[in-house]
């Protein structure tokens, strides 16, 4: 199935389709771009924010900004995110998970990737509204999805296969 027939699955029955990605076998590229395609449109969707600050306190400039996103969400969130899978591995083992440390990076990596869309709508109303309810109910929406398909997904990666 197409990355985003995968996506749109994964908001009802994410096992299914993690399921689908652990069949294919070991691939650390493919978790790899699971991760830098995630973080890039991340760092996408930050753009109309940080133009409407931008715009309100010109003191730092449009692109500085930019390139702090940039450098954050493009080269210090991956590292991030690496170590916040070792860490859900460690506690998926801890309380008996059986799988291996390339399910909890898959787990991860490809949770981040289905939100994608809802924090490229997270940054449109940031960007367009600003501060309000709208934004804390589509952060609210963004932080359901994402733990409904990581926990759900490592749930199924820490006891579908044996560890390494």
Known sequence: MSATGDILQSYRSPRTVIRRHLARGVSEGRVFIFLVG???????????????EAYLDASVPLDM???AALLGWLFIAPLFFYAMAGVSYFIARSIGGQGTSYGARLALFWSLLVVTPLWLLQGLVAGFIGEGPQLTVVGVLLLGAFGWVWIN???ETQSAIKDD
Not at 38 to 45: H, P, R, S, T, Y
């Open 65 to 67: 900004r930019l390139g």
């Open 153 to 155: 997904s490592l749930i």
């Open 38 to 52: 995630a973080c890039l449109l991340v760092f996408i969707a930050q753009w109309p924010r940080l133009s409407r």
